[in-house]
């Protein structure tokens, strides 16, 4: 960005200055190819990435509890202690816990980015084709 990026000054505003890619690029599909590229480097992979990364927590936190319950089963059938009915809704409240902050930080993340994208989306497809 730093190298496409350079500072102009307004053609009819006298003072104002901004930051912009025009005339960066040889041809507009280099601009498209360009602007595609950004968009999903900063939004589209890492939705993907915390996507996956907070699913296999919450797979991971699933199995484990899982794995706990299936010990304590076998355990209370070999004579040991069972595993009380208010254990069981403790672990299931944690589950449902993990998989609610899971959706918000997901959410919170495409939301907020989400008029990032649009725009970026709407200058590349509308724009480039007026």
């Known amino acids: 960005m730093s190298i496409v990026f350079r500072v102009k000054r307004h053609p009819q505003v006298a003072g104002f200055e901004q930051c912009v ?3 960066a690029f040889n041809s507009e599909q280099q601009e498209v190819v360009y602007n595609i590229f950004c968009l999903c480097a900063m939004y ?3 939705l ?3 996507t996956v990364c907070y699913v296999c ?5 699933h199995r484990s509890s899982k794995e706990l319950d299936e010990k304590r089963e076998h355990r ?3 004579g040991h202690v069972r595993l009380r009915r208010s254990d069981r809704r403790v672990l299931e409240r944690a589950r449902r816990r993990t998989l609610r902050m899971t959706v918000t930080i997901v959410a919170v993340f495409a939301l907020c980015w989400l008029p990032y994208a649009t725009i970026t989306m709407w200058s ?3 724009c480039t084709h007026m």
């Open 44 to 46: 589209f992979l890492p």
């Open 48 to 50: 993907i990435v915390i």
């Open 124 to 126: 590349v497809f509308v």
């Open 57 to 61: 927590i919450f797979c991971e936190i």
């Open 21 to 23: 890619s025009f005339g």
């Open 76 to 78: 209370s059938t070999v």
